[in-house]
């Protein structure tokens, strides 16, 4: 058992010992066999986005406000990374009349809040642009 205490002492030191290794890094203190200062290039900052306004289910709002989202989600996509938080803006971005709709989604857990394409497909049917294969033919 006091074998077992030593080799756990010394994995908490070593991992103290990394910890530390990479507080240093971080902050550009930590130096190379070289002697040569580490250097990490500034993050360049996030571009400020703002949200769409709330959809309210106005048809011809439906493609402006969907390109919006795409392009938040775009610009920002380790926040969005996965269906469920692209879902989830979406969800977050309707007005409450448009709300009511797929709030019953979120109540029984619907596998469409984890998969955007078919949430997508269903979105687009309810509030999608119902003339969008009229207004296509018409030349501009």
């Known amino acids: 058992m006091e074998e077992i205490l030593v080799v756990l002492?010394?994995?908490e030191q070593e991992?103290?010992?990394?910890?530390?290794?990479?507080?240093?890094?971080?902050?550009?203190?930590a130096s190379t066999s070289l002697g040569c200062i580490l250097t990490?290039?500034?993050q360049p900052?996030?571009?400020?986005?703002s949200l769409p306004n709330k959809f309210d289910g106005t048809h011809s709002k439906f493609q402006g406000f969907v390109n919006q989202v795409y392009l938040v989600i775009?610009?920002?996509?380790?926040?969005?990374?996965?269906?469920?938080?692209?879902?989830?803006?979406i969800n977050t971005l309707l007005s409450s009349t448009t709300?009511?709709?797929f709030a019953l989604l979120l109540?029984?857990?619907?596998?469409?809040?984890?998969?955007?394409?078919?949430?997508?497909?269903?979105?687009?049917?309810?509030?999608?642009?119902?003339d969008?294969?009229?207004?296509s033919n018409i030349k501009i």
């Open 99 to 101: 709300f009511v709709r």
């Open 45 to 49: 900052k996030e571009p400020w986005i």
């Open 9 to 11: 002492k010394n994995l």
């Open 132 to 135: 969008k294969e009229c207004m």
């Open 74 to 89: 775009r610009l920002h996509l380790h926040w969005y990374l996965t269906c469920p938080t692209q879902v989830g803006l």
């Open 15 to 29: 991992n103290q010992a990394l910890c530390e290794s990479i507080v240093h890094l971080q902050t550009n203190q």
């Open 107 to 130: 109540e029984h857990q619907s596998p469409l809040l984890n998969d955007f394409e078919m949430f997508f497909k269903e979105f687009n049917a309810t509030f999608g642009n119902l």
């Open 40 to 42: 990490t290039k500034p």
